[in-house]
């Protein structure tokens, strides 16, 4: 209903969406900083659920933190050295491709 009624408009679709877009551009780089951050804690909190159980969905969990964590510190020291231009969008996919698949696996995995 909502779509059709943005549709029916002469305002586009995605017009509704540019306040967030130039929020996310003028913030980019706290943004960017903000999520590094909270990828290492939850990395550090994966890695230390691992430690204390020994269990194969923990070290899923902890593999695909450690993975978002490479992601976003890499991310960040590409704004610095090439503003954007090294982490391609293919090179993210794969991460996160990995990533999914380790959360996959450690969501569905039964421990023994």
Same mark, same amino acid.
């Given at each position: 209903? $909502?779509?059709?009624?943005?549709?029916?408009?002469?305002? %586009?679709?995605?017009?509704?969406? +540019? %306040?967030?877009?130039?929020?996310?551009?003028?913030?980019?780089?706290? &943004?960017? &900083? =903000?999520?590094?951050?909270?990828?290492?804690?939850?990395?550090? $909190?994966?890695?230390?659920?691992?430690?204390?159980?020994?269990?194969? +969905? !923990?070290? !899923?969990?902890?593999?695909?933190? @450690?993975?978002?964590?490479?992601?976003? &510190?890499?991310?960040?020291?590409?704004?610095?050295?090439?503003?954007?231009?090294?982490?391609?969008? %293919?090179?993210?996919?794969?991460?996160?491709?990995? =990533?999914?698949?380790?959360? !996959?696996? @450690?969501?569905? +995995? +039964?421990?023994?």
């Amino acid at each position: 209903m $909502i779509g059709t009624v943005l549709l029916a408009s002469d305002i %586009p679709v995605w017009d509704v969406l +540019r %306040p967030l877009v130039q929020f996310s551009e003028q913030y980019s780089f706290f &943004i960017n &900083i =903000i999520v590094l951050l909270l990828a290492l804690v939850l990395l550090a $909190i994966a890695a230390k659920a691992y430690t204390k159980h020994k269990s194969n +969905r !923990f070290l !899923f969990l902890t593999v695909a933190f @450690a993975l978002f964590s490479v992601k976003w &510190i890499i991310k960040v020291i590409d704004l610095f050295y090439s503003p954007g231009f090294f982490f391609s969008s %293919p090179v993210e996919t794969v991460f996160e491709l990995v =990533i999914f698949a380790m959360l !996959f696996l @450690a969501l569905l +995995r +039964r421990d023994k």
